[in-house]
């Protein structure tokens, strides 16, 4: 795989392109020029007849390319690159192993290293910008940090940490900080911040792949008022919060404390679109819905013995699946803003197939490929607070794009494959990733 380590971004432009905007009504430009300066910025975008490239700038011809904004996902984890995963591992017996392993300085220097691997395949994959939503450690925030001091080559990436929980709750010990009251829940969301954490993400309900018993999937677990002291403490901040809620207690819970967005989500009724239309404790007056139909259907389409589930997930998958489906048409249909997240790492959801969530939205939520391409674009940019300097191709918003054979628009399988990506500016020649084929032939033939 190409690992990119320049550091000195080369002003460059893209002439004669064909830019898919990401748009919500699918729009493009004909024979477009864009223009990336030294810092990476976009300085110029505008018809190829009167954009002037500076001299001394690298010129590629785009002829026949269609250019368009970097994917964005909303929702990672990067501790494993998305295989299906052993049952034992997700015991708590089988947890509080991993986090003895992990949780130590070889284990950290392992997930570092881990991390960088996974995220260097979301980059070749053409996507510039991640929100992760439950790390083992901090090892995402060292990342973005080298990756925003340009000591390496990745997406922009917002860090969360552990996902804050209750004791042996979703994700503890192994990803997740625990707290039983409000006040050790604020004390919780302190320790990520103060590890420069710049999204949280709590564990409203239990889930899918660590539940030992049926009915634990989407049962609430965190109070209001625990999710409450996280919300404050994090919106103080101008940090978002997101939370893992897998049923209508849990998404109410949540919206109530004013979590800014809900993950996997629930069948809506009228009480919770509203709220998520219009949330006073959220830090924008709003929440928005990340269905992350990758990890899901999986579970509704293939065997139980091809997922390597236990009786009891299998059981447990079920009505929160058809929920998060439920939900996510709901939700477009609503007008409630709905992002791209895959939830990376998770069984049968690899780093590099972020254009799935589309492919996804599209082919079971009710999108149009054109309302899909926009959600993993400009709405995933608004919705992780990014969209001032990313999601769309604009006069001084960071060079994050990929060239591409075909507009998303017509066919959004085009996006599997970039020609090139660039992130920040800095340009990834010949982008490649290691795909699963046996994985990748069974969700093709799941989806199809
Ligand atoms: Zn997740």
């Known amino acids: 795989m190409h690992s990119p380590r320049s550091t000195i971004i080369e002003p460059f432009a893209l002439e004669h392109a064909t830019v898919a905007t990401g748009d919500e009504d699918g729009r493009t430009l004909s024979d477009t020029t864009i223009v990336v300066d030294g810092t990476g910025k976009i300085s110029k975008i505008g018809p190829s007849s009167s954009t002037l490239v500076p001299p001394g700038y690298h010129r590629l011809d785009a002829t026949g390319k269609v250019v368009s904004p970097g994917m964005i996902n909303g929702h990672i984890h990067t501790f494993s690159q998305g295989k299906p995963l052993d049952p034992k591992g997700s015991t708590p017996e089988g947890q509080r192993k991993m986090a003895k392993l992990l949780h130590n300085p070889v284990g950290k220097a392992f997930m570092y290293a881990t991390s960088k ?25 060292k990342l973005s940090h080298q990756i925003q001091d340009n000591h390496i080559v990745g997406p922009r990436i917002i860090p969360s ?8 709750g979703h994700g503890a010990p192994l990803i997740a900080l625990e707290s039983s009251t409000p006040d050790e829940a604020r004390a919780t969301a302190e320790t990520n911040i103060d590890h420069g954490a710049r999204a ?13 018993v049926p009915g634990e999937a989407g049962e609430p677990q965190m109070t209001t008022e625990q999710m409450r002291a996280i919300c404050e403490t994090a919106h103080a901040n101008d940090i978002i919060v997101a939370a893992h809620a897998q049923s209508h207690e849990g998404v109410l819970r949540a919206l109530k404390a004013g979590v800014d967005t809900i ?8 009480e919770l679109i509203a709220l998520f239309l219009d949330n006073p404790n959220s830090l924008r007056g709003y929440s928005a819905l990340e269905p992350t139909l990758s990890a899901g259907l999986p579970m509704k389409f293939l065997s139980q013995e091809t997922l390597n589930l236990t009786d009891v997930q299998m059981q447990n998958a079920i009505p929160v699946v058809e929920g998060m489906l439920t939900g996510a048409r709901q939700a477009h249909e609503a007008g409630i803003l709905v992002g791209v997240g895959t939830d990376s790492a998770m069984p049968f959801v690899p780093q590099y197939a972020t254009w799935r969530e589309m492919q996804l939205l599209n082919r079971f939520a009710g999108f149009t490929p054109a309302e899909a391409f926009h959600a993993g674009t400009q709405v995933t940019a608004k919705i992780i607070g990014v969209d001032d300097v990313t999601g769309s191709l604009e006069v001084g918003k960071s060079a994050d794009l990929l060239v591409l054979d075909e507009n998303p628009v017509d066919n959004l399988r085009t996006l599997e494959q970039p020609l090139l990506v660039v992130a920040a500016g800095h340009p990834i020649w010949r982008p490649s990733v290691d795909r699963f084929k046996d994985m990748e032939a069974q969700l093709d033939e799941a989806y199809k």
Request: one cysteine or more.
């Open 263 to 270: 993950e996997h989500g629930c069948e809506l009724d009228d």
């Open 161 to 168: 940490g552990p996902l804050l929980a209750i004791p042996d």
């Open 117 to 141: 691997s996974n995220i260097m395949t979301m980059l070749n994959s053409g996507v510039t910008t991640v929100r992760s939503v439950g790390d083992v450690g901090y090892e995402l925030v």
């Open 200 to 212: 949280l993400k709590i564990a409203a309900t239990g889930g899918v792949t660590d539940s030992q």
